[in-house]
């Protein structure tokens, strides 16, 4: 079967570091997303990982382990408009996307 | 700039009524997908369209249609609609390039509710 999970939800404080992870069991790997959305809106892009290791994008970084289907996105410097989901996919085929269900993040003043 | 619409943004139908709804890009993009996004959930992938060959999900529902008459518009028909089609559909493009990823492009999808 198709498998992602993240915790349900986290709370952080303005300024502070957060890492949400992800674990994945997929029947392929093509590569692994992280998306923000906004309540009501659309999943943006955040950044994408396809080999091992620590892909850095400005306050956000994210990281994978192939071999243990692990993923985390860490984001610095939090500010309160990071409050959202952020959701971790998975290109299991060549136009097949799996989601989880998401992380919704809290971030407090 | 260069993006993916949906319209409308909330669609309100009756129970069994069939409903339309509609998706555009300017991005030139070779796939398109609709996804369904219920409250709290993963979205949930019912069809793509690579070009003009269409793919359904195995479990998509057969109440789902969906029409791609050209490169940039893509509709999803859904035929009765029941209560627990009530959700956020989504539709995203993305290029294929061989084995180069492309992020997903979203629009900012259409809530349905059913009555």
């Known amino acids: 079967g198709q498998n992602i999970d993240q915790p349900t939800e986290m709370t952080a404080t303005e300024g502070a570091i957060v890492q949400i992870n992800c674990t994945y069991q997929?029947?392929?790997?093509?590569?692994l997303f992280w998306y923000q959305q906004h309540a009501g809106e659309a999943p943006t892009f955040l950044s994408y990982n396809v080999l091992d290791g620590l892909e850095e994008k400005g306050r956000f970084s994210s990281f994978l382990s192939r071999s243990k289907g692990y993923s985390y996105l860490l984001l610095k410097e939090l500010q309160m408009k990071d409050s959202a989901s952020y959701l971790c996919a998975v290109r299991a085929g060549t136009y097949k996307y799996i989601f989880g269900t998401g992380t919704r993040l809290k971030v407090l003043a | 700039d260069a993006m993916v619409i949906q319209n409308p943004r909330y669609q309100v139908t009756q129970f069994g009524k069939p409903v339309t709804l509609s998706c555009s890009q300017t991005l030139n993009h070779n796939v398109m997908y609709w996804y369904q996004q219920k409250s709290s959930q993963a979205p949930k992938l019912l069809f793509h369209y690579y070009d003009k060959d269409f793919n359904n999900e195995a479990d998509t529902p057969d109440n789902f249609q969906s029409r791609r008459p050209n490169t940039s518009f893509c509709f999803l028909d859904i035929r009765s609609p029941g209560l627990g089609d009530a959700a956020m559909y989504l539709c995203?493009?993305?290029?294929?390039?061989?084995?180069?990823?492309?992020?997903?492009?979203f629009g900012d999808g259409t809530r349905l509710s059913i009555l």
């Open positions: 995203a493009t993305s290029r294929v390039r061989d084995r180069s990823n492309q992020p997903q492009h």
């Open positions: 997929t029947s392929g790997f093509n590569g």
